[in-house]
C-alpha cells in the first residue's frame, strides 16, 4: 500500500493519470469533460442531523503508483466523506459556508458499485453516531 502523503507525492501529482468512470485511463481533456457532465462527480449525497455523507467519481487516484503501468494497481477513483455542519446560531453563515471541510471520515473506492455500497456503510456509520455518539476514529 502506498501512502498517500509519501515522499513521492509532488512526483505522481506531476504525472496524474486520469481515469473515466469505469477506471480506463483518459487524458486530461476527456475527465475534464466528464466531471463538467457528472454534475462535479457527485454519486450519492445524503444528510443525517448534522453529518453530511458525500460520495464522488473524482477520476483521480491518490494514491497511485508513480509508474502508472503497474498492472497490479487498481485505480481508487471515487470517494465516500462525511462532514459536519458548522455550528450557526445566529445564522449568519451563507450555504456554502455552512459545513466545514474537515473530514469525520473518508474510504476510496475503484468502482461506482463499490462507492454506493460504502455510501450506504457511511451513512447507516452516521445514523449510528446520532444515536450512540461519534467514536473516536
Not at 83 to 100: I, N
Amino acid at each position: 500500500m502506498h501512502s498517500v502523503f509519501g515522499p513521492d507525492f509532488f512526483e505522481r501529482l506531476s504525472q496524474r493519470t486520469y481515469y473515466d468512470l469505469d477506471g480506463n485511463p483518459i487524458t486530461q481533456d476527456q475527465w475534464s469533460v466528464l466531471r463538467l457532465g457528472a454534475g462535479s462527480g457527485h454519486v450519492a449525497r445524503d444528510v443525517v442531523g448534522f453529518y453530511h455523507v458525500s460520495t464522488v467519481w473524482t477520476g483521480v487516484d491518490p494514491a497511485a503508483p508513480v509508474h502508472a503501468d503497474d498492472p497490479h494497481h487498481t485505480p481508487m477513483i471515487y470517494e465516500t466523506m462525511v462532514f459536519v455542519e458548522r455550528l450557526d446560531p445566529d445564522g449568519v453563515l451563507a450555504p456554502d459556508d455552512r459545513l466545514d471541510c474537515t473530514e469525520q471520515y473518508a474510504e476510496l473506492y475503484a468502482t461506482r458499485e463499490d462507492a454506493l455500497a460504502g455510501h450506504r456503510r457511511a451513512t447507516a456509520m452516521v445514523r449510528d453516531w446520532m444515536v450512540n455518539g461519534r467514536p473516536e476514529l
